[in-house]
């Protein structure tokens, strides 16, 4: 983290698929503890800044730092030069992120799931990692499911398991890219609850994409609005849900809010 509580410095970062610019000069500085809520319409690039924030994909222009640190790449003669793989490794190390799907390995137990990185990439010692996977089980309100393989877990207990093994981590920045959308919608509850959690107790930094406008009303410091890979607006919750300033904006809500 920079002197100033600086974890993510986004610059003026573009995206390119063939000839669709999906990244249209996306600047964003989120600060420790904070909790940025992204809102969007589909194929507004909201995703995909999530990815290149964790250099899952390249970006085509502009930077990205996380705790002060350049992802991705590195500077060599005054340009950007793609890093080694395993430099990227150790960046993405200090990146916890949610996917929708849970991608957990379906051969490993809730609890193997969650220690596998932490030995592997941290090497930190096996039963230190168990105890500390344990705690963190017990956190998302899974304690009980430690020994349970993913098949024999809702959807919604999974994507509390995917959240504890992103923290199990210690990563300075979290990402969820819409971490309820592949739920039904009784278990939404309880992953969202778990996020608040994280959030309001443990002052979790955290970039959320959702269209779960609840979440962000209650939960967000900051909402920021994306359309056509442009952040076209941005502030407090009370800012959007009251008096949203982008005409685009005041639609958008207009169609998802009930």
Do not use: W
């Amino acid at each position: 983290m920079t002197a100033d509580g600086l974890v993510l410095h986004a610059e003026d970062v573009h995206k390119r698929f063939g000839r669709l610019e999906v990244l249209r000069g996306i600047s964003l500085d989120v600060r420790r503890g904070e909790v940025v809520v992204v809102i969007g319409p589909s194929g507004s690039g909201k995703s995909t800044f999530l990815r290149c924030i964790n250099h899952l994909e390249k970006i085509d222009g502009g930077r990205i730092e996380v705790n002060g640190h350049l992802i991705g790449y590195r500077e060599r003669d005054g340009k950007l030069v793609e890093d080694s793989e395993k430099n990227i490794a150790r960046q993405r190390a200090e990146i916890g992120m949610v996917f929708q799907r849970f991608n957990l390995f379906p051969h490993m137990t809730a609890l193997e799931n969650v220690v596998e990185a932490p030995i592997r990439v941290r090497r930190t010692p096996a039963p230190q990692a168990r105890r500390q996977g344990e705690a963190l089980l017990e956190r998302v309100g899974l304690d009980d499911k430690r020994d349970v393989y993913p098949g024999k877990l809702s959807g919604g207990q999974q994507q509390r398991v995917a959240i504890a093994r992103a923290l199990a981590m210690n990563p300075a920045l979290m990402l969820f890219d819409e971490p309820t959308s592949a739920l039904d919608p009784e278990t939404i509850g309880e992953v969202l609850d778990v996020m608040k959690g994280l959030a309001l107790d443990f002052k979790t930094t955290m970039i959320v994409v959702t269209h779960e406008m609840g979440f962000a009303r209650e939960v967000g410091d900051r909402v920021v609005m994306m359309d056509e890979g442009r952040i076209i607006e941005e502030g407090t919750p009370e800012h959007f849900f009251r008096e949203p300033r982008e005409a685009r904006t005041k639609q958008f809500l207009s169609k998802i809010l009930v």
